[in-house]
């Protein structure tokens, strides 16, 4: 089991970036595929993005694809999202997620989640 911890949530303008942060305090962390989901009241949670363990392969939903760019380091046990060109559309809460498994499976039904952290876009 991995405990998922989020950072670098706010309140930004319209076209500018953000970046967001993940960590965890096991090892095991380094050896799970990871990723980003976001959440607005009212809908279902949305993937973002996901990475493999070695930060290999990357898988981004159409929305982002372009704008938001994910990444992680094993060493520091720490996954990034850096969200570009933000849209009042991307306010939501970003949850971090993690999973033994694969990118697949982590798209599908993450084994982990994080707590949240609240991303608002002002126009």
């Known amino acids: 089991q991995v405990h998922l911890v989020e950072s670098g949530g706010g309140l930004v303008q319209s076209g500018t970036s953000l970046r967001l942060s993940c960590t965890a305090s096991?090892?095991?962390?380094?050896?799970?595929?990871t990723g980003w989901f976001r959440q607005v009241p009212g809908k279902e949670r949305e993937f973002v993005a996901a990475?493999?363990?070695?930060?290999?392969?990357?898988i981004y939903s159409d929305s982002v694809k372009g704008r938001f760019t994910i990444s992680r380091d094993n060493n520091k046990n720490t996954m990034y999202l850096q969200m570009g060109t933000l849209k009042p559309e991307d306010t939501a809460v970003y949850y971090c997620?993690?999973?033994?498994?694969?990118?697949?499976?982590?798209?599908?039904?993450?084994?982990?989640w994080g707590q949240g952290t609240q991303v608002t876009v002002s126009s």
């Open positions: 997620v993690a999973d033994p498994r694969n990118t697949d499976q982590l798209k599908r039904v993450p084994a982990y």
């Open positions: 096991e090892r095991a962390f380094t050896t799970y595929a």
């Open positions: 990475i493999d363990w070695a930060g290999i392969i990357t």
